[in-house]
């Protein structure tokens, strides 16, 4: 399976600080992106690295890719409590079908 | 832009009956929808793949006459859950891609289903 597998699954942080949650997956890959996803609620699109990419960022997000490691990273830089949500990785290696495979997900709490 | 909506929100039904779920692209046109599953605490599942105008590809695994797809226009899907039973109890979830998002799966809020 290509199934990507996120650590840690749950993270807990004080407001302020930053947050890194890593992703690997097991296949070579067109694209990964990062969602985020709040309790119940349905998906919000952060952030698509290529691979040829090796960092991007938006805002405070930063993201890396490893291709020879199979990994991406997440960095959330002075988190907010409005941040605390779960977060999944997601890759896609369907040749330009845009069909991803999702991460395990990290729940990531702020703490004000 | 790239706002999919998802409707109802929420349904409860009786055990053996069929649900429809909708899913539409607001502002763009969306050749192809996703319809995901995702059971408490874990994470989303893809059900099938739905182009516009075709037969939807299933996973492996997933019943295709139990859930049904229909990508009958550029800007809605639906998944019909027939026969429902209290183990397709789940939250679904669509996305769509397409003209001017490529690349980008944008999701709907999704569906509470509760079959009792």
Request: with cysteine.
């Amino acid at each position: 399976s290509q199934q990507g597998e996120e650590d840690p699954q749950a993270l807990s942080i004080q407001e302020g600080e930053n947050a890194t949650m890593n992703c690997s997956y097991k296949t070579s890959i067109n694209n990964l992106q990062w969602y985020r996803q709040n309790s119940g609620r349905g998906l919000v699109h952060l952030i698509l690295i290529r691979s040829n990419e090796r960092e991007k960022h938006s805002g405070r997000l930063r993201v890396t890719l490893d291709t020879s490691k199979k990994s991406s990273s997440l960095l959330i830089t002075a988190s907010r409590a409005a941040d605390t949500a779960s977060y999944f990785c997601a890759t896609d290696a369907s040749g330009g079908y845009q069909k991803v495979t999702f991460g395990t997900g990290t729940k990531l709490q702020v703490i004000p | 832009g790239a706002v999919v909506s998802q409707h109802p929100s929420w349904v409860i039904c009786k055990s053996g009956t069929s649900v429809k779920i909708e899913c539409r692209s607001l502002d763009f046109q969306a050749t192809t929808m996703f319809w995901y599953r995702q059971f408490p605490k874990q994470s989303l599942m893809l059900m099938a793949t739905s182009n516009e105008g075709s037969k939807a590809t299933y996973e492996q695994g997933v019943e295709k006459d139990k859930f049904l797809i229909n990508h009958a226009s550029l800007t809605l899907s639906t998944l019909t859950v027939t026969s429902a039973h209290p183990e397709d109890s789940s939250f679904y979830i669509c996305s769509a891609s397409g003209t001017g998002v490529r690349e980008t799966q944008y999701f709907g809020p999704g569906t509470r289903l509760l079959v009792l």
